[in-house]
């Protein structure tokens, strides 16, 4: 099954836990010092916010999958709707080890599809989403598994 994905760049990570928890009326499933997110069956989605990156606001949106296959089954969707899919295997990004694709559509707003595999203890060398098709050998977060 699958689950949207928004990701938010936020000046006040608590401020914000707290706007985003009243507005879904849960906690969220994760929190670190500079992340949070929410796992909401209503609508599904997977909803993150850090204060990783100075540009505010919508980071990336994307599509999270429980399995390979339907990772393997978005990304053959993605490869039809754009040139430039760009992979990432073993990704440690999020607090998450996760295999994604990335792509931009045509108004430039990257998504990404990713399964992620299990939780991870650190977030991951940050790039911000800008440089993600700017560098062929390490996209996301740049840290390798």
Known sequence: MKRFHIHVSVENL????????????????????????WMLEDPRLNFA?????????VNHVGVQVDTAEELAEVEGKLRRASAAVLPETGMTCCYA???????????????????TREDAPIYGEHKPVAEIFEETASFCCGAKA
């Open 97 to 115: 080890l996760s295999d994604k694709y990335w792509v931009l559509d045509p108004q430039g707003l990257a998504w990404e599809v990713f399964h």
């Open 14 to 37: 608590q401020q914000s836990i707290q706007f985003y928890s009243t507005l879904f009326g849960v906690s969220p499933a994760k929190i670190e010092a500079d992340y949070a997110k």
């Open 49 to 57: 916010i850090s204060t990783r990156d100075l540009a505010r606001g």
